[in-house]
């Protein structure tokens, strides 16, 4: 059997389906030639009047999903947590899914399982029920109760149904089933805002409701934001070189990137994730660092008005100058000196610019993802010399485009910045430009390919490729890691290989 | 029945209503468990929302329309491009060029409802929501317009949305309303598209008598397939299959699918049902609407694959047809058995669970035994009781099936059964590794195809790699416990 070179040794459905023995291999999708069919016979350019967000109402390809999402994820950073979600069961399943698609990992939350009635009646059975059987089979040491769209439209009570809850399950298993699990509750209406306030709410919530003032401690509070595991990681690295030690909120590090070890208890719970008496603690510190503003800065605001805790806010300590930041901001704060190691890993990263600027120089880049990352990238891309020229949040931030008019006034540049809107009208402005590398999420896979522009995957969500999620963007290391991947990629897509040998 | 003493789950003891949804099967009288009913609040059940089943299940692989979802964002990013539905339409990426990603999981559209469009409704937004995707992206064969719980509680009138909108575009426009709140389960979802697509595409189709097939063109041999969905491309051989039978494929309900042959379905001669959960409803409106009748199927393992192909040859009675039928089987089978013989060898008495939403425990029920595996036990989604007489009838006695079960129920059943493989889902696939036991996904399969003959060897190789990889062997290092 003959197959035509231009399906690259791909069996279109006639070949597979004569070929007279399958393999023992079998033969999978990526062997196939599927033949794609055209929608419409030919191409129709999409009206350009209503491509921009601002000029239409529809909404295609957004860059953001729902407030509970960034309130699941900073809870499932905290030991011993369950997410308990008050709405049907869509907005706990698809959740799940969301995080086990990214983090390759199992995550447990719970759900108050609406049905028709509960949108008549409302959700107070659901929650009593649901916290009773959920604390009576799992006792969770916290319970982050999340509201959704459904339960805060009906109205549900959330503060009185909790308190009958209590009272119903002190009934019936006696007053010490109380001192077994704390409580935060979470409203999350997604028609407020995106996961990215969801998250920056869930620290605001938790932290009222652990953080006590008791003595003072020789610590530092650390929000993270939606960042990575790896990237967490990374800051306790650079606290250990500093000799800081550190609380931190919403540690995902030691839950969304567990071991496999057996045995295993049961039911699954991962080992980490902040503890609730450094939750405590938190009101003890000395400063708090919330690495997004976005995502975290309301909570480090509460400790500054409630505690007198100073704040820091942003940026996100990514690429050199927003480290050098963080670095300072530490140092300041503590009193402790610049370690050494850390002005070699600093050395390190710039030792590695300086021997890259010259593939990295004049590389124009088009940025797309979570206002706070979007933002540090850009002023990173700019350190090494590239041209941001579109840079999309799709979440609306005036933080993002303070930061990112910031750099690029710094590097005299003037990008396109598209505050809030879609993918749809960021990949629009990208196809029409002459772009030579996209920063962005997996969402920006498809756009990449279609543009023939290079992708280099950075922030929320990235689910198509592994380890990801494992890996530091912040810190020197991070900056480090990051800039190896953008040169890669250029050398990949723009150099020939006779050109990269030496 | 009460089960016995042994197979009582401990992680039930304190909610004990759960002990309803456990029965050990009986192939004379059939045990069923109390099934499509509620679930407890806070038992960490893996089900999801109606509006899953309509739009992820049984709408998303529809291939040449705009699904445009009224609702905040978040439920419509949840939807996009996440099952691995597939199809081989494509819209266009730019001139001469076509998407990277097929039409139906490439876009997200929504009408991003915001908490003045609670307050004051959200039906203007939705009507000029349509009108613009109409206009951005070109070329849709309809529009399908899906509520959620927001859309759903703010009450808005989206028929009349729907009516006007399809006025102004002159192509279908169906609402397809199905919030998560409104069933137990994806199922709901799976019957509410059936009914209300069915009854919107019956009024279109008498108000636009062109979309239906004329009588000239209507071949003897046309049939539908129904409920299948294209997982990692089945229709690859699915298709084929029949057409290799004499049989003409007028459409798939929905699997890659164009709404213009969506609405040609009712003029076929038969019907051939797959997924039987969630599709027998529209075959059923169907067979008393057009008088078309349907075969109930199963694409998957040797026996009933020839099963469904002998069926339809017996249907249409020529002797010519059903002649091609054996043939067809005696080839296939030759072509899988050096592969599936392979197989078989290294598999033979491995002990496999599974989970999935339903049809699936008794699709594959047959398919374990051909390749020489027991069940050890089996656990569905949103199963009903028509389930459970077809997992009945087909396990061997005295098999243990959980219904809708929970996280810790799983964790529990590994746990006691200790199978050598599990089949799940993608949510649950990590927890179950995190206790040492590999698997191969269920929903979306892992390097598929799976589906007819030649699909089976896909399936079983997965099966084979889930059990034979060497990392458990690792896993299980004493000196590293
Ligand atoms: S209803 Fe609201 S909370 Fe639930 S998935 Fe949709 S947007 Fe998110
Ligand atoms: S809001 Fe409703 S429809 Fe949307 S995901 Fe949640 S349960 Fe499903």
Redesign the pocket.
């Given at each position: 059997m003959t197959t035509p070179l231009k399906l690259n040794g791909r069996l279109t459905i006639k070949d597979l389906n004569a070929l007279p023995e399958i393999p023992i291999e079998g033969i999978t999708y990526d062997q196939m030639y599927i033949e794609k069919q055209p929608i419409c016979p030919e191409y129709i350019a999409p009206d350009p009047n209503i491509i921009p967000s601002s000029k239409r109402t529809v909404v295609i390809d957004p860059g953001r999903?729902?407030?509970?999402?960034g309130a699941m994820w900073a809870s499932v950073g905290v030991h011993g947590c369950i997410p308990f979600v008050q709405?049907?069961q869509?907005?706990t399943t698809?959740p799940r899914y969301t995080f086990s698609r990214i983090f390759r990992e199992p995550v447990s939350i719970a759900t108050a399982s609406f049905q028709e009635d509960t949108a008549v009646f409302g959700g107070r059975k659901n929650l009593i029920e649901g916290l009773r059987n959920l604390i009576i089979r799992y006792h969770p040491e916290v319970i982050a109760i999340v509201t959704?769209?459904?339960s805060e439209i009906i109205g549900d009570d959330m503060e009185g149904y909790l308190e009958e809850a209590q009272d119903a399950l002190e009934e019936e298993l006696g007053p010490d089933v109380l001192e077994e699990t704390q409580f935060v509750i979470i409203h999350?209406?997604?028609?407020e805002g995106s996961h990215v306030e969801g998250y920056n709410r869930a620290a605001k919530a938790f932290l009222k409701t652990m953080a006590r003032r008791t003595t003072p401690n020789n610590k530092v509070n650390i929000i993270p934001g939606m960042i990575t595991p790896g990237d967490i990681r990374e800051i306790k690295h650079i606290l250990r070189l500093m000799d800081i030690e550190g609380n931190i909120l919403f540690d995902i590090s030691g839950t969304l990137d567990c071991p496999l070890r057996l045995p295993q208890a049961m039911p699954y719970y991962p080992k980490g994730g902040t503890k609730a008496e450094d939750m405590k603690d938190m009101g003890n510190s000395m400063m708090t660092f919330a690495l997004c503003p976005d995502e975290g800065g309301a909570g480090a605001r509460y400790l500054e008005k409630r505690f007198k805790i100073p704040a820091a806010i942003g940026p996100v300590p990514l690429g050199i100058h927003n480290t050098d930041i963080f670095i300072k901001d530490l140092a300041e704060a503590t009193g402790r000196p610049i370690a050494d190691e850390i002005k070699d890993e600093r050395g390190i990263l710039i030792d590695a610019m300086a021997d890259t600027f010259h593939y990295t120089m004049g590389i124009r880049v088009a940025i797309y993802g979570d206002p706070d990352i979007a933002a540090a990238a850009t002023r990173f891309c700019c350190e090494l010399g590239m041209e941001p020229v579109l840079i999309g949040s799709g979440t609306e931030s005036k933080q993002f485009v303070k930061d990112v008019w910031a750099a690029a006034h710094e590097y005299n540049l003037k990008p396109t910045i598209l505050n809030g809107s879609d993918m749809f009208e960021w990949e629009d402005y990208l196809k029409k430009d002459k772009i030579d590398l996209i920063l962005g999420n997996s969402k920006a896979a498809n756009v990449s390919k279609e543009a023939d522009v290079p992708l280099v995957r950075i922030g929320f969500p990235i689910y198509d490729r592994v380890g990801y999620q494992r890996r530091a963007y912040v810190g020197y290391r991070g900056g480090e890691y990051l800039l190896d991947l953008i040169v890669n990629t250029i050398l990949d897509s723009k150099f020939p290989d006779d050109r990269v040998h030496q | 029945m009460a089960i016995p003493e042994k197979y009582r789950l401990k992680c039930d003891f304190t909610i004990p209503e759960r002990y309803k949804h456990h029965v050990l099967t009986d192939s004379k009288k059939p045990n069923i468990p109390a099934c499509n009913i509620k679930t407890l609040p806070g038992d960490m059940t893996e089900r999801g929302c109606a509006f899953a089943g309509a739009r992820g299940v049984v709408g998303g692989p529809i291939g040449d329309c705009i699904q445009i979802i009224h609702?905040?964002?978040?439920?419509a990013w949840?939807q996009w491009g996440t099952r691995r539905n597939l199809s081989d339409i494509y819209a266009w990426s730019g001139p001469g060029r076509l998407c990277n990603d097929s039409n139906n999981r490439r876009r997200a559209v929504t009408t991003d409802l915001q908490a003045k469009d609670v307050v004051f409704g959200g039906a203007k937004k939705l009507e000029e929501a349509c009108l613009e995707a109409w206009r951005l992206l070109p070329g849709a064969g309809g529009i399908l317009i899906y509520l959620?719980?927001?859309s759903g509680l703010i009450g808005d009138d989206c028929s009349s949305v729907a009516e006007k909108v399809e006025k102004e575009i002159g192509k279908p426009v169906f609402v397809i309303d199905s919030p998560?709140f409104c069933g137990v389960s994806q199922s709901t979802g799976h019957h509410h598209f059936n009914v209300q697509f069915y009854n919107q595409a019956v009024k279109y189709r008498e108000a636009h008598p062109e979309v239906c097939m004329k009588e000239e063109e209507k071949g003897p041999y046309d049939i539908a397939i129904i409920g299948e969905f294209n997982m990692d491309w089945d229709l690859v051989y699915i298709k084929p299959l029949f057409e290799k039978l004499g049989c003409r494929i007028i459409g798939v309900f929905t699997g890659g699918e164009r709404m213009e042959n969506l609405l040609k379905i009712p003029d076929a001669k038969l019907n051939v049902l797959h997924c039987q959960r969630s599709c027998t409803y529209i075959s059923d409106l169907i067979a008393n609407g057009f008088e078309v009748p349907y075969v109930k199927a199963s694409f998957f393992g040797k026996e009933q694959m020839a099963k469904v192909l002998r069926d339809v040859a017996d249907f249409f009675g020529s002797a010519e047809m059903k002649e091609r039928a054996e043939q067809i089987i005696g080839h296939e089978l030759e072509v899988i058995s050096p592969a599936i013989d392979f197989y078989r060898e290294r598999l033979a008495g491995k002990r496999v669970g599974m989970y999935v939403g339903g049809p699936r425990v008794w699709h594959w029920q047959k398919v374990m035994k051909e390749l020489g595996m027991k069940v050890a036990f089996s656990m569905c989604t949103f199963a009903h009781e028509d389930d459970y007489e077809k997992i009945n009838a087909r396990a061997e006695e005295g098999e243990f099936i959980v219904d809708n079960p929970n996280e810790f129920e799983i964790e529990e059943c590994l746990d006691k059964f200790k199978p050598d493989l599990f089949l799940t889902g993608l949510k649950e696939k990590y927890l179950c590794r995190k206790l040492g036991v590999p698997t191969v996904n269920s929903h979306s399969y892992e390097k598929g195809p799976y589906a007819c003959f030649r699909g089976m060897v896909n399936f079983a190789r997965d099966i084979y790699q889930g059990i034979y990889a060497p990392v458990w062997k690792f896993v299980r290092d004493k000196t590293f416990i």
């Open positions: 999903i729902c407030m509970p999402f709405g049907a869509g907005c698809y959704v769209c459904s999350t209406p997604s028609f | 609702s905040p964002a978040g439920c949840y959620t719980c927001t998560g």
